[in-house]
């Protein structure tokens, strides 16, 4: 194959950067790094090249721009013969709204469109445009790509989309459910089509990205027609540290009878709930697991309620599929938690799903591969790959294809 040229991924976060430079083709990673904490004392930029570890401090005045700075520095020096082979750079955008139900390339209009979802995502647009902004000037004569997590759930039909609200909320302030984790969705629904050998458009999928934060999608012939995460990344399964589907009337309740604030209440549900507020030791699912095996009963019941709550999404989805051809587990709790697959599984057994216990447990760590019994319906876990699904759209549109 002639020299296929490489893609530079920013993903900006509210306080995280993380790049890449992938081969969109071969999904080859030549650089990987994140800057975690910026803003903070604890800032650190860690980065991976030539399959080589680094690690740096970084000062609390460190910004995505001196980050992004010292990036373009590298490329211009000795990552020079990375930066010869770029031919575009994909920028990861949460929210895209309804603009966008698909990737696009980066002009004027289309940071003006993605401005104004500025408001239903205040945490992660702004950062997003930041970066898209820094790197415009950095790599003027690069095809900059945006990537919305929101595009692929686009397709959804209204009666996925709407809530139960007075319709003018929808028609004049966009208030409906959008969904997230895109990309992910997406990668995962093509490749369980790859691994069954099937054509996409012959496939049924769940796919359940289960990382800190998490979500179910249906995927239905390769296209999403229900997912859990609504107008914000709160809403669904229960997450790291976000509570997912709650009554509407305990916000009310908390607000009048408990006097929380706004401010309060955003703390509470993004930051305080979840495995971690149920647990009341951990958001994280790998810690909480070891907890249990030493007699934590919080960590138990907070994983109980995980994975009873997925379960029951993964059943409902049997409703706008019908016949379902592949449930697919990816994130770092799907690829990763024997445990968590195996108790959601156990609910689903009416409805056919079965595991094979000793192929659950052997397909952890960057495997990839079929859990379930033979002859029920097909589980598998998929390592997911955002970057990559991001790097081939960004090649796509750079090449002048739409
Ligand atoms: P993010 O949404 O931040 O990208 P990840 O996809 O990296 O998150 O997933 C993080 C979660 O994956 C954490 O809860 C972590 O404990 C869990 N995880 C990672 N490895 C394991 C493991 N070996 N067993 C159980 N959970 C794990």
Redo the contacts with the bound molecule.
């Keep these: 194959m002639p020299n296929p040229g490489l893609v530079l991924i920013f993903n900006c976060g509210s306080s995280t950067l993380k790049f890449a430079v992938l081969n969109p083709f071969s999904g080859e990673e030549h650089l990987s790094g994140q800057a975690d904490a910026l803003g903070s004392s604890g800032a650190v930029l860690k980065w991976r090249h030539d399959g080589e570890d680094h690690v740096r401090q970084l000062s609390p005045s460190d910004d995505f721009e001196s980050v992004m700075g010292g990036l373009v520095d590298k490329l211009d020096g000795p990552w020079s013969d990375l930066k010869t082979r770029l031919v575009a750079i994909g920028h990861r955008v949460v929210h895209g709204g309804e603009q966008f139900a698909d990737s696009v390339l980066i002009d004027q209009e289309v940071l003006v469109a993605i401005r104004s979802c500025c408001e239903l995502a205040p945490l992660h647009n702004p950062a997003a445009l930041q970066g898209i902004q820094v790197a415009l000037i950095a790599f003027p004569q690069l095809p900059q790509i945006a990537v919305f997590d929101t595009a692929f759930h686009q397709g959804m039909p209204d009666y996925a989309y709407l809530y139960a609200l007075p319709y003018r909320l929808y028609r004049e302030h966009h208030i409906r459910r959008y969904g997230m984790h895109g990309s992910s969705h997406r990668y995962i629904a093509e490749r369980a089509a790859e691994l069954q050998g099937k054509p996409i458009t012959e496939t049924n999928v769940i796919s359940a990205h289960l ?3 998490a979500s179910v999608a249906a995927i239905k012939g390769g296209q999403s027609v229900d997912t859990s995460m609504g107008l914000t990344p709160l809403e669904g399964l229960v997450m ?1 540290s976000r509570c997912g589907d709650l009554d509407p009337g305990l916000l009310l309740h908390l607000g009048e009878a408990l006097d929380y604030s706004l401010a309060e209440l955003e703390q509470l549900l993004n930051r305080e709930s979840g495995l971690f507020g149920l647990s009341e030791l951990s ?5 909480l ?1 070891e907890a249990m095996e030493n007699g934590h009963k919080g960590a138990r019941l907070a994983l109980e309620v995980f994975c009873y709550r997925l379960a029951k999404y993964i059943a409902a989805y049997s409703i706008p599929l019908r016949r379902v051809s592949a449930l697919a587990f990816t ?3 799907g690829e ?2 024997a445990w968590v697959r195996h108790r959601t599984i156990h609910w689903l057994s009416a409805l056919g799903y079965q595991i094979n216990r000793e192929r659950n447990e052997a397909t ?2 960057g495997a990839e591969g079929l859990i379930s019994k033979a002859g029920t319906v097909d589980i598998f876990v998929i390592p997911t790959r955002e970057d990559w699904v991001i790097a081939r759209d960004a090649a796509r549109l750079a090449s002048g294809e739409r």
Aim: hydrophobic residues 10%; aromatic residues 6%; charged residues 30%.
């Design positions: 990382g800190n934060g790291g958001n994280d699912c790998r810690e697991e994130g770092g709790i990763n938690s952890r760590f």
